[in-house]
């Protein structure tokens, strides 16, 4: 199993490209960022600075999407930064949430999506797409350029839509039985699709917090960094009701049924631990969602995952012991998971 680490592009930058270092040294494989040009700092300008100041690390959004940059823009960023550094980048690729309900915008349509991703990948690649009518290549991009896409989805018809389209997917949350049902979903959508399932990679993201014993006062500690994630999540799953209703039975009620409770969201504490819009998520959803306790718990959760077809963990890093999580994973987590 690949490890990576996921950061918000808060200033200043140095601090983002020493954790990313920090992680590479300690075994991760992918450093993600969040992608919301209001609310952190530019990434695909940082991207540039960690893969200078890292050896191996893949870098990438988690997750862009189709409307805030034109699709030839993307193209090329990631273009060039592999022509720079040699390959080491992944396009994360969602419906945006943040990023478009900041500045006033809906997000897109899952139609937008797939025409975004088609044309991203095949001129990352140096290969010819069609912007609307208009045929373009960017003549500049070397032969054996790769850009894989990979697309983060909840939803029956995006999950469907990943399985047949994205060269990966991106689930944003480490529940077991979620991941089952998701996994599957994906991996039969590639099947009937007429793909090989094993190319689909398989990447769950979710906080981690190590703690020391599992004292209930180091574990009520954990889920208080944790929480906002299950806000962050409920922003989709709320997407979903509104779109399949709750007892639908088209999504699974172990994923919809603790947004009850949910009154709003203010994405100006977005990411962040203490976000008092997530008081309504339960200690049950964030043991669920996310990876918390001593290590021994961590080991056993992400074998598990892996069991269950996850090719990569992605640790989100937004809470008080960044440093402390890093350095644990890479002397106790991973190289016990991958034994």
């Not at 695909?44 to 997750?63: E, K």
């Not at 689930?171 to 007429?194: F, H, I, P, S």
């Not at 049950?284 to 892996?306: M, N, Q, S, T």
């Amino acid at each position: 199993m690949d490890f990576g680490l996921v950061l918000q592009t808060d200033p200043p930058a140095s601090r983002v490209i020493e954790l990313m270092q920090r992680a590479e040294r300690n075994g991760f494989t992918h450093g993600w960022t969040f992608d919301s040009a209001v609310l952190w700092q530019e990434p695909f300008v940082i991207y540039s600075q960690i893969l200078a100041n890292t050896r191996r690390l893949t870098v990438g959004p988690m997750v862009t999407n189709a409307g805030t940059r034109t699709w030839e823009v993307t193209a090329s960023t990631f273009a060039t930064l592999n022509d720079m550094f040699g390959n080491r980048t992944v396009c994360g690729i969602g419906r945006g949430d943040s990023a478009m309900r900041v500045a006033g915008r809906k997000p897109n349509t899952l139609a937008r999506i797939s025409d975004a991703m088609k044309v991203i990948r095949a001129l990352g690649r140096g290969e010819e797409a069609d912007l609307g009518g208009t045929a373009v290549r960017l003549p500049w991009v070397r032969d054996g350029a790769e850009l894989p896409v990979w697309m983060a989805a909840y939803g029956p018809k995006a999950l469907k839509m990943t399985g047949e389209e994205a060269d990966g997917f991106i689930l944003q949350l480490a529940d077991l039985y979620l991941t089952e049902y998701m996994v599957k979903a994906v991996k039969d959508a590639a099947v009937a699709a007429g793909r090989d399932p094993s190319e689909v990679t398989i990447c769950v993201a979710a906080p981690a917090y190590v703690t020391k014993d599992d004292s209930p006062e180091a574990l009520a500690h954990a889920r208080e960094q944790c929480r906002w994630f299950g806000g962050m999540v409920g922003n989709h799953v709320a997407d979903l009701v509104t779109r399949y209703g709750a007892d639908s039975g088209a999504v699974p009620a172990e994923l919809t049924g603790y947004i009850k409770a949910r009154e709003g969201y203010d994405y100006a504490h977005h990411g962040r631990s203490g976000n008092p819009d997530t008081r309504f998520v339960p200690d049950e959803i964030v043991d669920r969602f996310c990876v918390i306790g001593p290590v021994e718990r961590h080991i056993e959760k992400l074998k598990a995952l892996r069991e269950l077809g996850v090719d990569q963990f992605a640790v989100y890093d937004m809470h008080d012991a960044q440093e402390a999580v890093i350095d644990a994973y890479g002397s106790a987590v991973i190289a016990a998971v991958n034994a």
